[in-house]
């Protein structure tokens, strides 16, 4: 299953802006977003749509 989770990058590494679980050695996909990208998607009305335009976007 994919989750979601927004970061940021602060002093060369990525930060969650929300807690999560994760167990050590989780792998991580990690897709850097424009500043256009990030304002389309923050601007989307659900997580589920910002699921589907990230997977989208990916292919």
Known sequence: ?????????????IELLELAKLPEGTKVLVTLLSDDETDILASSQSKSDLSVMLMAHCY
């Open 1 to 13: 299953m994919l989750k979601t989770f927004w970061a940021t990058v602060r002093q060369g590494k």
